[in-house]
C-alpha cells in the first residue's frame, strides 16, 4: 500500500473513532435529559411512541402470551410463565462475589432429584446477558433448557459477575469501580469453577456438562484449558456459536473500534459498567420501540438481518437480552477477537498492542490440552465465527456442527432453532450419558465389551 493510501486508511480508521465517540456523547445526553424530566412527562412521551408505533405498524402489536413474556421481571417470572419452577442459588467466589444461580425443573409434586435424574448442565450466558437469555422464548419447545429439563437432566442457569443477578460483593459496592475492576479471566479462574464446585455439592452426580453461548463458550474453553480439577467434573462441553475469532467486521465503526488501543476504549466507555444505557433505555422505551432500535443496531454495526427470528420473538428476547458486565471484560474480548486468538487479558497500555513482541509475550489459553468430548455448533452466516480459525486451536475430541443460513443471535433465538439446534444439542448430550450408562454396566456385570459396544451403537 501506497504512502498516501495509509494515511487515507489512518484517517478514515480516527475519523470512525470520532464518530463512535460522538455518538456516546450524544446518547448520553438524550439519557440524561429523559432522567431530569418529571415522571408524568416520560409518560406521556412513552404513550405517544404507543400511539405513534401502533398506528404505523399495528400488525407487528404483540399478542397477550408475548405481552406477559415482555413484561416477565426475572427469570424466575419467565420460567413460570413455561410451566416450570425455579430455585434460587448464591455462590460466593473466592474473591468476593456473590453469583445469582438458577435450577430449573417441572411443575410437579415430587423432590427435584427424582425429577431431573440424570447429570447436571450449567448454561453459560455471552456478553452483556444473564440467564433470562436462555428462556425468554415465546415457545417452550425453543428454549433449551426446557428441553434438557424435559429429558431429565439436572438444568442450572448460571449468572456471572455483574449481571443483574450478580450484582453484589462482600468488599465492594457496585457504585464502587474496584467492583467493576474484572476481566475475562476473573471468570475463567473464579466464577465457573466456583459455580460447577457448588452444583455438585448439591447433587449426587461427580461430573457436569457445560452449555456456553457467545462469550460463555470463550470463557468455558478458558476455564476448562487452566484448571485440571474442573476438567476432570466435566463430562461434555457444547459450544455455540463461541465468539473467539470473527470472521469479518462489514461496518468500519465496529472494526474501528475493536483495533481500536485499550486506552481508547477505555476513554470511550469509562472503567465501570459497559453500556449501561442499553439496560437504561429498555426500561424507559415502549418494548417494540426499544427492539426496533436494537434491530437497526445489530443492522448498522455487526451486519445481523435477524431474518431467522420472528419481529414478536425479538420485542419478547430484546426486552431480556441485556444486563451489566464490565467495560475491561469488553476490553478484553476486543483483544481476543483482534487477534484470533484465545489470551489472557494484556495490561500493556502500549499504542501498538501485538500478541507477540521482544518485551512480552501475552499469555494463550491452551486449549488444546482439554480432553473431553466438544461439540461446536455455529451458524454458516454467523460473521462472530471463523470456523477455519478456530478448527486450528479445537483441542482433540472436537466436532464441528454447521447450521444453514443462520446468524450469531439465531442459535438461541431462531424460529427454527427446536428442530436444529436443540436436536443437536439433546443428541450430543445423550450421546454422551448414554455412554456412560453402558459402560458402568460393562464394568458392573462383566459383559463381553464388542456386545455392548453394539448394542449401545444401535441405540444411540
Keep these: 500500500m501506497t504512502l498516501n493510501g ?9 475519523g470512525e473513532i470520532l464518530i463512535s465517540f460522538l455518538l456516546i456523547a450524544l446518547e448520553s445526553m438524550f439519557r440524561i435529559c429523559t432522567v431530569i424530566l418529571p415522571s408524568p412527562l416520560r409518560n406521556w412521551f412513552y404513550e405517544q411512541s404507543k400511539k405513534v408505533y401502533s398506528y404505523f405498524l399495528p400488525e407487528l402489536l404483540v399478542d397477550d402470551n408475548a405481552n406477559k413474556l415482555t413484561d416477565a421481571r426475572d427469570t424466575i417470572d419467565l420460567c413460570a410463565l413455561h410451566g416450570y419452577d425455579l430455585e434460587e442459588h448464591f455462590v460466593r467466589t473466592t474473591d468476593g462475589y456473590l453469583l445469582g444461580l438458577h435450577r430449573v425443573y417441572k411443575k410437579k409434586k415430587g423432590k427435584i432429584e427424582e425429577l431431573n435424574y440424570l447429570p447436571p448442565v450449567l ?34 442457569l448460571g449468572n456471572l459477575r455483574g449481571n443483574k443477578y450478580s450484582i453484589k460483593n462482600i468488599k465492594f459496592s457496585s457504585q464502587n469501580p474496584k467492583f467493576w475492576d474484572f476481566s475475562l479471566d ?9 459455580i460447577v464446585k457448588y452444583i455438585l455439592s448439591v447433587n449426587s452426580f461427580d461430573s457436569i456438562s457445560l452449555v456456553g453461548f457467545s462469550q460463555g463458550a470463550i470463557l468455558a474453553f ?48 469509562g472503567r465501570n459498567s459497559m453500556l449501561g444505557s442499553a439496560v437504561f433505555w429498555q426500561a424507559v422505551l415502549y418494548p417494540p420501540v426499544f427492539a ?32 451489566f458486565t464490565s467495560v475491561k471484560c469488553f476490553v478484553h474480548w476486543a483483544q481476543i477477537t483482534r487477534r484470533k ?22 499469555a494463550r489459553y491452551p486449549i488444546e490440552n482439554i480432553r473431553l468430548p466438544i461439540t461446536l455448533v455455529y451458524g454458516s452466516n454467523d460473521n462472530m465465527v471463523d470456523i477455519e480459525t478456530l478448527k486450528t486451536q479445537l483441542p482433540p475430541l472436537s466436532q464441528c456442527i454447521q447450521i444453514p443460513n443462520y446468524e450469531h443471535l439465531d442459535i ?43 448394542v449401545m451403537n444401535h441405540t444411540i
Excluded at 453459560?124 to 429429558?151: R, T, Y
Excluded at 486468538?341 to 501475552?362: A, E, H, W
Excluded at 444439542?425 to 450421546?431: D, P
Design 123 to 156: 448454561f453459560i450466558h455471552g456478553l452483556m446477558m444473564n440467564s433470562e437469555s436462555w428462556v425468554c422464548n415465546l415457545k417452550k419447545e425453543d428454549a433449551i433448557p426446557f428441553a434438557l429439563v424435559e429429558q431429565g437432566y439436572d438444568v442450572w
Design 6 to 14: 495509509n494515511i487515507m486508511k489512518y484517517c478514515l480508521e480516527k
Design 292 to 323: 426496533k432500535i436494537v434491530d437497526l443496531f445489530l443492522r448498522f454495526f455487526l451486519s445481523w438481518t435477524g431474518k431467522n427470528i420472528s419481529e414478536t420473538q425479538k420485542i419478547v428476547a430484546y426486552s431480556h437480552l441485556y444486563s
Design 222 to 269: 478458558a476455564a476448562l484449558s487452566i484448571d485440571t480439577e474442573l476438567r476432570n467434573s466435566v463430562r461434555a462441553f457444547i459450544a455455540l456459536a463461541p465468539a473467539i475469532a470473527p470472521k469479518k467486521y462489514s461496518g468500519r465503526t465496529v472494526k474501528s473500534i475493536i483495533h481500536a488501543n485499550s486506552q481508547l476504549l477505555y476513554l470511550m466507555f
Design 186 to 194: 476473573s471468570i475463567a479462574i473464579f466464577d465457573i469453577p466456583s
Design 341 to 362: 486468538v484465545l489470551q489472557m487479558y494484556d495490561d500493556s497500555p502500549g499504542f501498538k498492542p501485538s500478541y507477540y513482541t521482544n518485551l512480552n509475550r501475552i
Design 412 to 454: 438461541i433465538m431462531g424460529d427454527t432453532k427446536k428442530d436444529i439446534v436443540i436436536q443437536q444439542v439433546v443428541e450430543q448430550l445423550n450421546h454422551v450419558i448414554a455412554g456412560d450408562y453402558f459402560e458402568s454396566i460393562k464394568e458392573e456385570f462383566g459383559l463381553d465389551t464388542e456386545l455392548v459396544d453394539g
